[in-house]
């Protein structure tokens, strides 16, 4: 038997509803997924009795399954696992008669019930966990590049064994779209002081690199409702992940150039600000042009940093994303940290 190639791995993601209990994946739940690091830890309780020099037994601890799954930021294809993270989601609204449809994914303070199945299709075998729960995003560019998203995940299990998903079945796992990944180059980025009028052209600027990280503290425990049983190996394993604490939510800019001070004037006054980034893709039809939007009513800017270095000097900023008292102007309704908005083809709810 031929081992696998990395070019033979397909991932699939499908919503799910009883924690532990894995659906199969199948029509339009493929992810173009890159080299993910999801692991799964089983601390050893060795047999340490005294009168043993050496161990006899070692008994497998609890299931730990944590990591990052990244992947290309597209247009259309990722909603489910964006919408999951963010909690607020709804049908999208239809632009005129055409295919092309606008949704908006806002924060919810808790994202409970919010999980699904992830599955790797290994060529020999299939990778499934029954459970996952996206408590994480990071959405990153560097000119020239297409955008990447990682999303930090917490499953419950990762297992081989699966009736549910198999080789066989995920013969029926098609994806939605496998073109069309965001660009840096297509993005406008549009910053200003959040007490200032809305966001306009003059308010353009061109970083040469972005981050937004927004991570939720979420935890699960092991509560012994849950348990893995291989032969007579029996392992506990997390209830679904909830709140244990604020989240943590940054955004990083690196200027290709340093050429004076005004971030660090709005760094010594404390000046806040609002910025949204919109890129830009293909036609989809009419008028309407594939979209994605990332709004932030409310940044504090907590570090300039123009090094000094032999060549160009640059200037990173990074900034503390807050929730705003009250929508700023041009972001109504805006009171979180961030909003995800766009135009794409997707048609339904995909928290529904």
């Not at 990083?252 to 890129?279: E, Q």
């Amino acid at each position: 038997m031929s081992g696998v190639a990395g070019v033979e791995v397909k991932g699939a993601f499908k919503k799910a509803s009883s924690w532990n209990s894995a659906v199969a994946c199948g029509v339009n739940n493929g992810l173009l997924i890159l080299p993910s690091s999801i692991k799964k830890d089983s601390p050893v309780d060795v047999d340490d009795s005294l009168g043993t020099y050496h161990s006899k037994d070692g008994l497998l601890g609890p299931v730990k399954v944590e990591g990052d799954l990244p992947a290309y930021l597209r247009y259309d294809g990722l909603d489910i696992l964006l919408a999951m993270f963010m909690g607020i989601a709804g049908a999208p609204t239809q632009q005129g008669a055409t295919s092309a449809y606008a949704y908006i994914y806002k924060w919810k303070n808790d994202i409970d019930g919010f999980f699904g199945t992830f599955v790797k299709h290994m060529k020999n075998y299939i990778e499934e966990h029954p459970s996952m729960k996206v408590a994480g995003i990071t959405i990153k560019g560097d000119v020239g590049k297409a955008i990447q998203v990682l999303f930090k995940c917490i499953s419950i299990n990762k297992k081989y064994d699966s009736v549910v998903n198999t080789l066989i079945t995920f013969n029926n796992v098609s994806y939605f779209e496998q073109q069309n990944r965001i660009k840096m180059s297509e993005g406008i980025f549009r910053l200003n002081d959040q007490s200032s009028a809305a966001l306009a052209d003059v308010d353009k600027i061109y970083p040469s690199s972005f981050e937004l990280s927004a991570m939720r503290k979420l935890k699960g425990e092991y509560t012994g409702e849950y348990k893995f049983t291989g032969g007579s190996n029996v392992q506990d394993l997390v209830d679904e992940p909830a709140n244990d604490g604020q989240p943590e939510i940054k955004l990083k800019l690196n200027f290709p150039r340093h050429t004076g001070t005004t971030y660090l004037s709005a760094l010594g006054s404390d000046t806040r600000k609002k910025m949204d980034i919109t890129f830009t893709g293909g036609l989809i039809e009419a008028s309407y042009y594939k979209q994605f939007k990332i709004e932030l009513p409310h940044l504090q800017l907590v570090n300039d940093d123009p090094a000094d270095e032999q060549g160009i000097i640059k200037e990173p900023l990074e900034f503390v994303c807050h929730g705003a008292v009250t929508a700023p102007s041009g972001m109504t309704g805006i009171t979180d940290p961030f909003w995800l908005s766009g135009i794409n083809r997707r048609t339904t709810d995909p928290l529904a």
